[in-house]
T-cell receptor, first 116, second 118 residues
Framework: AQKITQTQPGMFVQEKEAVTLDCTYD???????LFWYKQPSSGEMIFLIY??????QNATEGRYSLNFQKARKSANLVISASQLGDSAMYFCAMREGADSSYKLIFGSGTRLLVRP | GAVVSQHPSRVICKSGTSVKIECRSL??????MFWYRQFPKQSLMLMAT?????????EQGVEKDKFLINHASLTLSTLTVTSAHPEDSSFYIC??????????????FGSGTRLTVV
């Protein structure tokens, strides 16, 4: 069964505007972690933001924020003030369990294109 | 800190030969290494998990005799694609866990290896 679902294969956003990338997850483990990564065309995986299942507040990292809705099992990434350099693939990932040695499972990804 | 060096970045090999991909953690001890495979325009699929000094745990459907993983030291893990075939052509990327003081974003990725089998 698909544990991480990203329903948007591709998204467009105008430069300087905000964009939301959707991610839903499925787990019965009460302890889990949610991650967002950016993958530019070079292939490297760039860590953006993390949300723990017990975190009370939504995570924020600069222009990135995570809209965590636990009851809905969603962890959407919000990018504010989009820049041309934000054009890339974005992956949502989940780690089940409290130990970071647990494996990361990735969603199918969303390709974001920022228009000038 | 938290750098994983992956080599080679690109490799072209002939069908039937073997290729070794290395991942080194430069400034921390990688207690666990994850190996992923990514086909064009697709997601990262976990192939195997290896802990230093023990045998790797392979995901369902991954041939352990074809994809040999060695994690003999805390700073080096290797993936060897044996008897490579064109269908093995893919992007392979490693991820190491173990950077101290970072319990949640402690997955450090290598830069990936693009393998082409001709």
């Amino acid at each position: 069964a698909q544990k991480i679902t990203q329903t948007q294969p591709g998204m467009f956003v105008q430069e300087k505007e905000a964009v939301t990338l959707d991610c839903t997850y499925d787990t019965s483990d009460p302890s889990y972690g949610l991650f967002w990564y950016k993958q530019p065309s070079s292939g490297e995986m760039i860590f953006l933001i993390y949300q723990g299942s017990y975190d009370q507040q939504n995570a924020t990292e600069g222009r990135y924020s995570l809209n965590f809705q636990k009851a809905r099992k969603s962890a959407n990434l919000v990018i504010s003030a989009s820049q041309l350099g934000d054009s890339a693939m974005y992956f949502c990932a989940m780690r089940e369990g409290a130990d970071s040695s647990y494996k990361l499972i990735f969603g199918s990804g969303t390709r974001l294109l920022v228009r000038p | 800190g938290a750098v994983v060096s992956q080599h080679p970045s690109r490799v072209i090999c002939k069908s039937g030969t073997s290729v070794k991909i290395e991942c080194r953690s430069l400034d921390f001890q990688a207690t666990t290494m994850f190996w992923y495979r990514q086909f064009p325009k697709q997601s990262l699929m976990l192939m195997a998990t290896s802990n230093e000094g023990s045998k790797a745990t392979y995901e369902q459907g991954v041939e352990k005799d074809k994809f040999l993983i060695n994690h003999a030291s805390l700073t080096l893990s290797t993936l060897t694609v044996t008897s490579a075939h064109p269908e093995d052509s893919s992007f392979y990327i490693c991820s190491a866990r173990g950077y101290p003081g970072r319990p949640y974003d402690g997955y450090t990725f290598g830069s990936g290896t693009r393998l082409t089998v001709v």
